[in-house]
């Protein structure tokens, strides 16, 4: 996984594959990049297609979301995050209607912690 993203992104400082009690890979990972460049090419590639002589696999890239205030009004948590190089914000719900109604805006689709699937706010 290290070398994989780091051929494709650079900068990779850690990399580690989560896994269950009995040390069972369990399809997810985590990836340290050491620079902000690094880190936005990664995310904003969103998937990213391996190919093996034995196995081929996409590989969802999120990034590290964490409980936040809204990045807009700052008293509301902020669920919603949208990760377009254009925002890479949290949002409320109030705060993601309001923001994303821009025309240019309106296709970014929130991601929220703990949820594997994107939702709308």
């Known amino acids: 996984l290290a070398q994989i993203?780091?051929?494709l992104f650079g900068g990779v400082v850690y990399a580690g594959i989560?896994?269950?009690k009995h040390k069972y890979p369990i399809g997810s990972g985590r990836v340290t990049f050491g620079n902000?460049?690094?880190y936005l090419k990664a995310v904003s590639a969103s998937f990213i297609e391996v190919k093996t002589p034995r196995f081929t696999k996409k590989?969802?890239?999120d990034p590290y979301m964490e409980d936040s205030p809204c990045s807009i009004c700052l008293s509301e948590q902020g669920p919603f995050f949208c990760r377009d190089l254009n925002c890479l914000k949290y949002f409320c719900r109030s705060c993601w209607l309001w923001h994303h109604s821009i025309e240019s805006l309106r296709d970014h689709q929130p991601l929220m912690r703990n949820h594997r699937t994107k939702t709308n706010p």
């Open 59 to 61: 590989i969802q890239v």
């Open 5 to 7: 993203m780091n051929d």
């Open 18 to 20: 989560d896994t269950d």
């Open 36 to 38: 902000q460049a690094s």
